[in-house]
């Protein structure tokens, strides 16, 4: 309930900003509504992954790999949602618009691929996770996470107008939510 009246009222907030002022209020409320949506899906996966991992020193070998994967499923279906959401978001009419959402399309198939060669990968090894392999496991998971994260965060970098780009730089909750650059 709470992220919901959040969203709200980042929503009217956005579009204050962006009724009565320029392209690059446009871009800034652009910039904060995404990256909002963006850290909000970045904590829901995390915690899904915590979730995954929590007390799986205390349940049996056999299942610890299965509690893994669970995680792998749910990380996958955050995604899944997210990949859903991004043609209804109440972005500004900015010019990069529709290339902003073909990007962040992008992101989200790039993020699946990822995470089905680590499901992939962990179901070709062994089936149970020794008390001394629990560590280098969760390792592995918590490094193919980060992965997901990196080829789905949006490339802002390409696109071509300058305020646009400036606005993501400018935003600090854009911070690791997507690829770092230099406005040149």
């Known amino acids: 309930m709470v992220g919901v009246r959040r969203r709200a009222v980042h929503a009217l907030v956005i579009a204050a900003l962006a009724a009565g002022c320029g392209g690059d209020s446009k871009d800034a409320a652009t910039a904060s509504l995404l990256c909002t949506e963006l850290r909000e899906l970045d904590n829901r996966i995390v915690d899904e992954v915590n979730a995954s991992v929590a007390g799986i020193d205390a349940e049996p070998a056999g299942e610890r790999l ?15 949602a997210w990949d859903e ?16 959402r073909r990007e962040l399309h992008r992101g989200v198939d790039a993020a699946l691929a990822e995470l ?40 802002i970098f390409r696109f071509e107008r300058t ?20 406005n040149d």
């Open 66 to 80: 299965q509690m893994i994967l669970g995680g792998v499923d749910e990380v996958a279906a955050e995604l899944r």
């Open 85 to 100: 959401r991004i043609d209804v978001i109440e972005l500004p009419d900015v010019e990069e618009r529709t290339e902003l």
């Open 163 to 182: 305020e646009f780009k400036q606005a993501f730089l400018d935003e600090p909750d854009c911070r690791n939510v997507v690829q770092q650059f230099v």
């Open 116 to 155: 089905d060669d680590q499901r992939r990968a962990f179901e070709s090894g062994p089936s149970s996770v020794a008390d001394e392999e629990i560590q280098g496991v969760v390792g592995t998971w918590f490094n193919a996470v980060e992965k997901v994260f990196s080829v789905s965060e949006p490339e």
